[in-house]
């Protein structure tokens, strides 16, 4: 019960031919080793992003995402965190194959990331300036000025104003939305292919979000990265991103184009997750929710995961894991009745 | 900060009345006549403890005599002892000692105690944290003076690798030892503190952002990790410092080093009350100015903190 869309990628990687993909994540499998026992925390995802590209990750906290990006950046935490299989393929060479300073040398330059809270994720005794410079410095060997030239610069480009004066303060004297534009100008510094963009604007307020959106899409336009957006917002999503893939339980439930997914969830979960944004014409009226919780990594439901929560779900459902099938040239899903979801009006 | 340092140097002003009269008090409040055993065998002539109360106010009211000695202090005279010493060249004879001892083992603390607390950090449950934790357990549980008459007995008398006793002018070579010993106990502090700061740390964001900036191992370290991790340690070291300039009546005492622990000892052995106010007045000035320097140092270090 293989499907298409993996094994399509399984042979030509084990031809020995590159994709031509600029990042592919295949069946990627992270285990956390707690006091409490073994959390699967991505059990078998595979996505991929090409140049100029936006892919959104959505799913609700603990679903995988920022796990998912951690391990591709090599920052996740070990122990607890393990890979235990999979390949993650930049260019084609499988990364987690790759020495210790071979992985680093991609990290800035290859694959860089712009992290969820701005004020912790930036170290609170340097200048930003400094905090910008040193990649010029440390992996470009710049001088001091001319590092320092260049901070300034990349601050104008995420439009902050008063740039050359700025680059001498500290983050706790930035607002948080300039605070993430000088996280997205530290991440870009070195002109990445890839950025991973990790709920970028969960920290901030709506109009900042707004902001902070425009400029990512913006740049990456400008740049032709490939970008991973990885959201539980599912409002943020889809101004910008091209594909979205929605996870849950350490798997991809669906992937499809943003306007397919928006038009026609193949999934329960999707389903659910779109009806569960407060509309403006339903005021007064109940929201509607995703009845239950996400399960405990540590216990995860049989067959399908989400069938405990799930409104259609069948006896099967506890029994089979449904693989992710293909249903169109950019939509899988990985739902039994997934023709019947799709098919219906 | 210019104003925050006025005001911290303007508090200084009661601070120094308020402990002078406090030390005064407690000082002639010790019941003891100063006179007693100063004529050898005998009793002292009553024409001689006349002459030397007369001399020194004795019997004039305590406020009184205060007065007195705080218009000479002021003028920078501190005043005599009853043999007709000069109580500021006492000071002056016995503070550096005690300087160049501090700054040993300052140094000692701070060099082995960060080094080691910074090893058993990165490698939490190894066998060098292990070890420091529990070599750092033993020498804080074990008092000064144990440490001292320990190695000295050892090293100086058993296997004379060094002098028992520190000489009179106190080279630096000869401190390092009774360095470790004053250091010892604050050096398993810093220790542990710094070995907590590191673990602590080594999780935080900006660390993991440090990494992802593809930045070398040794940078993320030496430089994100180390810089945020030494806040509080040198917060430590600089108060600690304060204390040490205090003089170290047991060190000074066990390697016989003619330092201000050990003049301040004998001042209040011998009542020479002048002079156990005149050094604790010194004493107390120092410590406090140690601790703007701290704060002043806070600051610097961590951006985030400014004083307005």
Not at chain 2, 121 to 143: E, H, K, Q, Y
Request: glycine letters at 8%.
């Amino acid at each position: 019960m293989s499907n298409v869309f993996v094994s399509e990628q399984s042979e030509a990687a084990a031809a020995g031919h590159p994709s031509g993909r600029l990042l592919e994540v295949e069946e990627l499998r992270v285990e956390f080793r707690t006091r409490d026992g073994v959390a699967k925390v991505i059990n078998g995802v595979t996505y991929h992003v090409d140049a100029g590209e936006t892919l959104a990750v959505l799913g609700e906290s603990g679903s995988g995402k920022s796990v998912t990006a951690q391990t591709i950046m090599g920052i996740l935490d070990t122990p607890p965190g393990f890979v235990t299989g999979g390949q993650i393929r930049f260019h084609g060479r499988d990364m987690l194959k790759m020495s210790a300073e071979e992985r680093r040398r991609i990290r800035g330059e290859g694959i860089a990331m712009v992290f969820q809270d701005a004020l912790s994720a930036l170290n609170p005794v340097f200048t930003v300036g400094f905090q910008i410079a040193e990649q010029f410095r440390v992996r470009r060997g710049m001088s001091r000025g001319d590092a320092k030239k260049r901070a300034a610069e990349m601050l104008d480009q995420v439009k902050i104003p008063n740039a050359k004066q700025r680059i001498n303060e500290y983050p706790h004297q930035f607002s948080g939305g300039m605070r993430q534009r000088v996280m997205i100008a530290m991440s870009l510094a070195l002109d990445p292919e890839v950025l991973i963009a990790d709920e970028p604007t969960t920290a901030l307020d709506v109009t900042v979000q707004a902001q902070i959106m425009d400029l990512l899409a913006e740049l990456q336009q400008e740049r032709q990265m490939g970008l991973i957006l990885i959201t539980h917002d599912l409002g943020v999503v889809a101004d910008v991103a091209d594909r979205i893939a929605v996870m849950y339980a350490g798997r991809i439930v669906e992937e499809a184009d943003v306007h397919e997914l928006y038009a026609k969830p193949a999934h329960p979960y999707t389903l659910g997750l779109l009806e569960s944004i407060p509309r403006i014409d339903e005021k007064g009226q109940q929201l509607r929710t995703i009845r239950g919780l996400p399960p405990s990594l540590l216990r995860i439901p049989s067959g399908c995961p989400f069938h405990p929560r799930c409104p259609m779900a069948q006896p099967v459902c506890a029994e089979k894991v449904p693989p992710l099938l293909q249903l169109g040239p950019t939509r899988a899903s990985a739902c039994h009745f997934a023709q019947d979801l799709v098919s219906r009006d | 900060m210019g104003r925050y340092v006025l005001r911290r140097l303007l508090q200084l002003i009661p601070v120094f009345f308020g402990t002078t009269i406090l030390i005064y008090w407690l000082v002639w409040s010790v019941p003891g006549d100063p006179f007693a055993g100063k004529c050898g065998e005998r009793a002292c002539p009553d024409s001689y403890v006349q002459f030397m109360t007369d001399k020194y106010h004795l019997d004039d009211p305590l406020p009184v005599q205060y007065f007195h000695y705080m218009a000479n202090l002021l003028t920078g005279d501190f005043g005599q002892t009853f043999g007709g010493r000069d109580i500021g060249e006492i000071i002056a004879a016995a503070y550096p000692n005690t300087l160049k001892l501090a700054l040993v083992a300052l140094t000692i603390e701070a060099v082995i105690g960060l080094t080691a607390g910074v090893l058993s950090g990165l490698r939490r449950n190894g066998f060098l944290d292990n070890l420091v934790l529990v070599s750092t357990l033993f020498l804080v549980a074990i008092p000064t003076f144990v440490t001292g008459f320990v190695l000295q007995f050892l090293l100086g008398v058993q296997w004379k690798i060094i002098n028992p006793t520190v000489s009179s002018d106190a080279p630096i070579s000869e401190l390092i030892v009774p360095g470790f010993v004053l250091g010892s106990i604050s050096m398993a502090y810093v220790a542990r503190l710094t070995r907590t700061s590191i673990a602590e740390n080594s999780r935080a964001d900006y660390v993991r952002t440090a990494v992802a900036k593809g930045l070398p191992r040794r940078r993320v370290v030496g430089v994100h990790l180390l810089r945020n991790s030494l806040i509080p340690v040198i917060t430590f070291l600089g108060t600690d410092l304060g204390s040490l300039m205090g003089g170290a009546i047991v060190t000074e005492g066990i390697f016989g080093i003619n330092g201000i622990g050990r003049e301040v000892y004998r001042a209040i052995v011998t009542k020479e009350g002048a002079t156990v106010v005149g050094i604790v007045v010194v004493l107390v000035m120092v410590y406090l100015l140690m601790n703007l320097l701290v704060d002043l140092l806070y600051a610097a270090l961590d951006p985030r903190i400014r004083y307005e």
